[in-house]
């Protein structure tokens, strides 16, 4: 087996140098915030294929913070030690992703060697995202991380499952093979501020759709499942596993175990959002899941970790970021009636 630099990391809670590849995204950048929060020294890596500027122009001036324009495709060299790195660089949602479907294979693949190789020549600590779309069309339900998948791996989602496949092999080879302290975490559906309008994901289409009076987009009968987890919790999520010790060496899904119908989903934003969209049914995508949810047993157990926010908490604040990129129709309010929020249920 070949031998690691040493892990150059701290684990007395000293503050860290930590690198974000994707760290201009909508998790990143959340990420980033949260890093900053707790002290640490920040790189934010990103191509701004999918990132936005905007996302992180707070944090121009801050004085542990430092932007990178970068494709992670083309190797990476960092100068300054490093203690962490979190590779979030990849389109995530169908539509940008298969924009440039060899573009995100590489990026899952040689993307995530070139950080492999950069977290091993400084002896950092790796965090992979990886993503439940591993799971494909699941026939499992719910989803547990010892699950092998249904993906079709020809189809026009197979950039992006086999990518992200491909990549937790190379994460797993170099942890055992090449002594690279790498980890990684399986993301479920989730949402909340700095999502992009275009985004293209359940949420984001139906929310600025109703903001607009625009059809309410259902592809099939609306009964396929999702389950949705606010971007705070999966920060903290992303945190306490790249925290934990030792090495866990095995996958953990992050994700909130709330399910719920998508026609569901489109009468709770229709209670939030005063809108007269009516509800136009598309054909159900190619290998489209038809149901998804996490189990979490090994989160919870490993990380001590669990979701907190429930959708009636996390939806207004998220339609609330949506009505200022999308500005409501005439005469709408752009704000959510919070008393209306707060009768959703909570996720089971």
């Given at each position: 087996?070949?031998?690691a630099?040493?892990?150059r990391?701290?684990?007395?809670?000293?503050?860290?140098?930590?690198?974000?590849?994707?760290g201009?995204g909508?998790?990143?950048s959340?990420?980033c915030d949260?890093?900053?929060?707790a002290?640490?020294?920040?790189?934010?890596l990103?191509?701004?294929l999918t990132?936005?500027e905007?996302?992180?122009?707070p944090?121009?001036?801050?004085?542990?913070f430092?932007?990178?324009?970068?494709?992670?495709?083309?190797?990476?060299?960092i100068?300054?030690?490093?203690?962490?790195?979190?590779?979030l660089?990849?389109?995530?949602?169908?539509p940008h992703y298969?924009?440039?479907?060899?573009h995100?294979?590489?990026?899952?693949?040689?993307?995530?060697?070139?950080?492999?190789?950069?977290?091993r020549?400084?002896?950092?600590?790796?965090?992979?995202?990886?993503t439940?779309e591993?799971?494909?069309?699941?026939?499992?339900h719910?989803?547990?991380?010892?699950y092998?998948?249904?993906?079709?791996?020809?189809g026009?989602?197979?950039?992006?499952?086999?990518?992200?496949?491909?990549?937790?092999?190379?994460?797993?080879?170099?942890l055992?093979?090449?002594g690279?302290?790498?980890?990684?975490?399986?993301?479920?559906n989730t949402?909340g501020p700095r999502?992009?309008a275009?985004?293209?994901?359940?949420i984001?289409?139906?929310?600025?759709?109703?903001l607009?009076?625009?059809?309410?987009?259902?592809?099939?009968?609306?009964?396929?499942?999702?389950?949705f987890?606010?971007?705070?919790d999966l920060v903290?999520?992303?945190?306490?596993?790249?925290a934990?010790t030792?090495?866990?060496?095995?996958?953990v899904?992050l994700?909130?175990p709330?399910?719920?119908?998508?026609?569901?989903?489109?009468?709770?934003i229709?209670?939030?959002?005063p809108?007269?969209?009516?509800?136009?049914?598309?054909?159900?995508?190619q290998d489209?899941p038809?149901?998804?949810r996490p189990d979490?047993?090994?989160?919870?157990t490993?990380?001590?970790?669990a979701p907190?926010?429930t959708?009636?908490?996390?939806?207004?604040?998220?339609?609330?970021?949506?009505?200022?990129?999308?500005?409501?129709?005439?005469?709408r309010?752009d704000?959510?009636?919070?008393e209306?929020?707060?009768?959703?249920?909570?996720?089971p």
């Amino acid at each position: 087996m070949v031998t690691a630099p040493p892990i150059r990391r701290p684990d007395d809670g000293a503050p860290r140098t930590v690198l974000v590849a994707g760290g201009a995204g909508f998790v990143g950048s959340h990420l980033c915030d949260a890093l900053l929060a707790a002290g640490h020294t920040v790189i934010c890596l990103d191509s701004f294929l999918t990132g936005s500027e905007t996302n992180v122009a707070p944090l121009e001036n801050h004085p542990r913070f430092r932007l990178v324009r970068h494709d992670i495709c083309e190797p990476v060299a960092i100068e300054e030690p490093l203690d962490e790195i979190y590779n979030l660089a990849c389109a995530a949602s169908p539509p940008h992703y298969q924009a440039d479907r060899v573009h995100t294979m590489l990026t899952s693949v040689q993307g995530t060697h070139n950080l492999l190789t950069l977290a091993r020549a400084h002896g950092a600590r790796f965090l992979q995202a990886s993503t439940s779309e591993v799971y494909g069309d699941p026939e499992e339900h719910p989803q547990t991380e010892d699950y092998r998948g249904n993906v079709n791996c020809t189809g026009p989602r197979a950039c992006y499952d086999e990518g992200k496949r491909a990549a937790e092999t190379l994460c797993f080879d170099m942890l055992h093979g090449a002594g690279v302290d790498a980890r990684v975490v399986r993301i479920f559906n989730t949402y909340g501020p700095r999502m992009r309008a275009d985004d293209g994901r359940i949420i984001s289409n139906l929310v600025v759709q109703a903001l607009r009076n625009a059809p309410l987009t259902v592809y099939g009968s609306g009964a396929q499942t999702r389950s949705f987890c606010y971007v705070s919790d999966l920060v903290d999520g992303l945190m306490a596993m790249m925290a934990v010790t030792p090495n866990p060496q095995v996958p953990v899904n992050l994700g909130n175990p709330g399910e719920f119908a998508v026609r569901d989903l489109v009468a709770i934003i229709r209670s939030l959002i005063p809108t007269s969209s009516p509800v136009e049914h598309r054909p159900l995508p190619q290998d489209d899941p038809r149901r998804r949810r996490p189990d979490i047993s090994r989160a919870k157990t490993l990380l001590g970790w669990a979701p907190r926010v429930t959708l009636a908490e996390g939806l207004p604040p998220t339609i609330d970021w949506f009505a200022q990129l999308a500005p409501p129709a005439a005469g709408r309010r752009d704000a959510v009636p919070r008393e209306r929020a707060s009768n959703i249920g909570a996720t089971p």
